[in-house]
């Protein structure tokens, strides 16, 4: 939980720090985003190759909070560097979009690369430790709680940045108190981690593989993490979109939809076990289903949500009541469609949880969904809404989610009748 809650600090005090060079339009914020999440992907796909060579987890998991902390903490310093060649390269052809689009990446790059790819490796390396425990439930259960709670925390940093960190500290403190609490977490891991026992060496096993985890096709994997990471960041922008027409622009109104946006899919990081268990394999496409029907289901909510706003905040004199008021209109509009959108991933890892080395597939699921956020962030932002409207738009997510929920159940093969029946009516309820 600490270490979502200083990830979403960095990631904040990154993109100030990068606006300050490269300015804020949204070709610099994309930069931006595309530098982080491509960073985060990488570490994860490098951490998942790797991570079965680590004999004690953990202490590598420490290991990397700590590098996250150092990197962090040198930012300042690294910013006033990439400023300087930033305008060097500017300056040779400041009319030339291209050149300029480029050099905004490269300096994005050069400074987050680092710690984000020791962020992105670090889930993989976490699925590690729960590839030796005998019941795969057990398994499931402790990784999905792992999620859950680092994107609670994500939440709580976002919310605690907006109102008590930024505002208090500055940006350099800011910083420097995230890169702290990535340090603290990381010494507690190395202590914890040395005096737990070494984990086995990996094995290659197919027989356990298929005994404790239901095959699912690579596809089919490659498909919902991908699927998954694009839709939901594409429905995080049209959201941001949607209320900030009603609660406005202010970077309080902004930590406040962004907190309420992550504690939504941590909502559903932790219904995922119930629903896994109750549904069992036809579980995604249910998931994805709901979501396609909510999303269409709260098109209504949207166009009275104005109205709604203005009748509560009306007689809201006080400052935290006008923040109140701000974060349960956020919170009316987003809890039911973010939340079954925070079933897809979450119920992903619990797929791949059952499997004897797990945390291969945690760190190529991860950088896929990771590279779907920032092509659905993007193209969201640049194509469809634009191009469509926020309406249509949502519309159309919707029915993305619905083809994926089609696809999906005709992958899968439920052994039990219940199971079955629960994959025709997900493509009922998509269809």
Same mark, same amino acid.
Request: charged residues 10%; positive net charge; aromatic residues 8%.
């Given at each position: 939980?600490? +270490?979502?809650?200083?990830?979403?600090?960095?990631?904040?005090?990154?993109? #100030?720090?990068? %606006?300050?060079?490269?300015?804020?339009?949204?070709?610099?914020?994309?930069?931006?985003?595309? $530098?982080?999440?491509?960073?985060?992907?990488?570490?994860?796909?490098?951490?998942?190759?790797?991570?079965?060579? &680590? #004999?004690?987890?953990?202490?590598?998991?420490?290991?990397?909070?700590?590098?996250?902390?150092?990197?962090?903490?040198?930012?300042?310093?690294?910013?006033?560097?990439?400023?300087?060649?930033?305008?060097?390269?500017?300056?040779?052809?400041?009319?030339?979009?291209?050149? !300029?689009?480029?050099?905004?990446?490269?300096?994005? &790059?050069?400074?987050?690369?680092?710690?984000?790819?020791?962020?992105?490796?670090?889930?993989?390396?976490?699925?590690?430790?729960?590839?030796?425990?005998?019941?795969?439930?057990?398994?499931?259960?402790?990784?999905?709680?792992?999620?859950?709670?680092?994107?609670?925390?994500? $939440?709580?940093?976002?919310?605690?940045?907006?109102?008590?960190?930024?505002?208090?500290?500055?940006?350099?403190?800011?910083?420097?108190?995230? $890169?702290?609490? %990535?340090?603290? &977490?990381?010494?507690?891991?190395?202590?914890?981690?040395?005096?737990?026992?070494?984990? #086995?060496?990996?094995?290659?096993?197919?027989? !356990?593989?298929?005994?404790?985890?239901?095959?699912?096709?690579?596809?089919?994997?490659?498909?919902? $993490?991908?699927? +998954?990471?694009?839709?939901?960041? %594409?429905?995080?922008?049209?959201?941001?979109?949607?209320? !900030?027409?009603?609660?406005?622009?202010?970077?309080?109104?902004?930590? &406040?939809?962004? %907190?309420?946006?992550?504690?939504?899919?941590?909502?559903?990081?932790?219904?995922?076990?119930?629903?896994?268990?109750?549904?069992?394999?036809?579980?995604?496409?249910?998931?994805?289903?709901?979501?396609?029907?909510?999303?269409?289901?709260?098109?209504?909510?949207?166009?009275?949500?104005?109205?709604?706003?203005?009748?509560?905040?009306?007689? #809201?004199?006080?400052?935290?009541?006008?923040?109140?008021?701000?974060?349960?209109?956020?919170?009316?509009?987003?809890?039911?469609?973010?939340?079954?959108?925070?079933?897809?991933?979450?119920?992903?890892?619990?797929?791949?949880?059952?499997? /004897?080395?797990?945390?291969?597939?945690?760190?190529?699921?991860?950088?896929?969904?990771?590279?779907?956020?920032?092509?659905?962030?993007? !193209?969201?932002?640049?194509?469809?809404?634009?191009?469509?409207?926020?309406?249509? +738009?949502?519309?159309?997510?919707?029915?993305?989610?619905?083809?994926?929920?089609?696809?999906?159940?005709?992958? /899968?093969?439920?052994?039990?009748?219940?199971?079955?029946?629960?994959?025709?009516? +997900?493509?009922?309820?998509?269809?």
């Amino acid at each position: 939980m600490a +270490s979502g809650a200083a990830g979403l600090v960095d990631q904040v005090c990154f993109s #100030k720090f990068l %606006s300050y060079v490269v300015g804020s339009t949204a070709h610099a914020v994309s930069a931006v985003l595309a $530098a982080f999440m491509g960073g985060m992907a990488l570490g994860a796909q490098l951490g998942g190759r790797y991570a079965a060579r &680590v #004999k004690r987890p953990l202490v590598a998991y420490g290991v990397l909070e700590i590098v996250v902390a150092v990197a962090v903490a040198l930012t300042p310093v690294a910013f006033g560097g990439v400023g300087s060649a930033y305008v060097a390269l500017v300056e040779l052809a400041p009319q030339n979009l291209a050149l !300029v689009s480029a050099a905004r990446w490269l300096c994005a &790059v050069l400074v987050v690369v680092i710690p984000t790819m020791a962020m992105g490796a670090t889930l993989p390396l976490l699925a590690r430790l729960t590839e030796g425990r005998p019941d795969p439930r057990s398994r499931e259960r402790v990784l999905g709680i792992l999620y859950a709670s680092n994107t609670f925390g994500g $939440a709580l940093g976002s919310l605690g940045c907006a109102y008590v960190i930024l505002p208090a500290l500055g940006l350099h403190t800011s910083t420097l108190a995230a $890169a702290a609490t %990535s340090a603290l &977490v990381g010494v507690i891991a190395i202590v914890l981690g040395r005096r737990g026992p070494e984990t #086995k060496p990996e094995t290659e096993s197919r027989a !356990v593989i298929e005994q404790e985890g239901p095959h699912v096709s690579p596809r089919v994997l490659d498909l919902v $993490a991908f699927t +998954s990471g694009a839709l939901v960041f %594409s429905c995080e922008v049209l959201f941001v979109h949607l209320l !900030v027409l009603v609660v406005g622009t202010s970077a309080y109104a902004f930590g &406040v939809i962004l %907190s309420i946006f992550l504690i939504c899919l941590f909502f559903g990081a932790m219904l995922a076990p119930v629903v896994h268990r109750i549904f069992g394999r036809a579980s995604l496409p249910i998931a994805l289903a709901l979501a396609a029907l909510a999303l269409t289901g709260t098109l209504d909510v949207w166009e009275r949500l104005p109205d709604l706003f203005r009748g509560a905040a009306g007689s #809201k004199a006080t400052f935290a009541e006008r923040e109140a008021v701000r974060g349960l209109a956020a919170f009316t509009a987003l809890v039911i469609p973010t939340t079954l959108m925070g079933l897809t991933f979450p119920l992903l890892l619990q797929t791949i949880a059952r499997r /004897e080395n797990a945390h291969r597939l945690v760190g190529r699921v991860t950088a896929v969904n990771t590279l779907g956020s920032v092509a659905g962030a993007l !193209v969201a932002g640049y194509f469809i809404l634009p191009a469509l409207g926020s309406q249509r +738009s949502m519309v159309v997510i919707a029915g993305i989610f619905a083809a994926v929920a089609i696809v999906v159940a005709a992958f /899968e093969r439920p052994v039990s009748a219940f199971g079955r029946a629960a994959r025709y009516a +997900s493509a009922i309820i998509a269809v």
